[in-house]
């Protein structure tokens, strides 16, 4: 694997260890798109290093187990704020 490569998979998961961030907040700081986040943290960084691979699992498990509420609070707000009059 290329040497720039390693370097950006192992930058992604760092930040996405420190920050607890979700694959497309990750892909948002780091202005690419979600599917090659996706594809660093789950095919390549496997092969690069296996302690960040186990807490970067431990973090996708997580946001997979709580998807459905973020979901949901994130509707609830939309529908909120277009309800709401505003104040000129």
């Given at each position: 694997m290329n040497l720039p490569i390693v370097e950006r998979?192992?930058?992604?998961?760092?930040?996405?260890?420190?920050t607890g961030?979700?694959?497309?907040?990750?892909?948002t700081y780091f202005k690419?798109?979600?599917s090659?986040?996706?594809?660093?943290?789950?095919e390549r960084l496997c092969q690069i290093d296996k302690v960040r691979?186990?807490?970067?699992?431990?973090?996708?498990?997580?946001?997979?187990?709580?998807?459905?509420?973020r979901g949901g609070e994130s509707t609830r707000k939309k529908?909120?704020?277009e309800t709401l009059p505003s104040i000129s």
């Open positions: 998979v192992l930058m992604e998961a760092d930040y996405m260890i420190e961030k979700t694959i497309r907040e990750t892909a690419m798109s979600k090659t986040v996706h594809k660093d943290l789950h691979n186990e807490k970067i699992k431990h973090i996708l498990t997580y946001h997979m187990k709580i998807r459905h509420i529908y909120l704020k």
